[in-house]
């Protein structure tokens, strides 16, 4: 009986130990993935802007051009 019981209770941690390095595991994966949304963020920002400056330089242009 006294060893079912230490068997169930190392069951127990064994499980425990696993759903606790699984759940590290998922919060390290949601880190990762918030840091590409913030680069690519970024990037898309510095892509508008490129294409914003370019659109006003071609405005600019076609206005003197008249």
Do not use: G, P
């Not at 690519?40 to 003197?64: D, G, P, R, Y």
């Amino acid at each position: 009986m006294l060893q079912k019981t230490r068997l169930r209770h190392l069951n127990s941690i064994v499980i425990r130990d696993s759903l606790r390095n699984e759940l590290a595991k998922q919060m390290r994966i949601e880190e990762e993935m918030r840091e590409k949304r913030k680069q690519q963020k970024m990037e898309i920002e510095k892509l508008n802007n490129m294409i914003n400056h370019a659109e006003v330089s071609t405005s600019c242009m076609i206005e003197w051009s008249v």
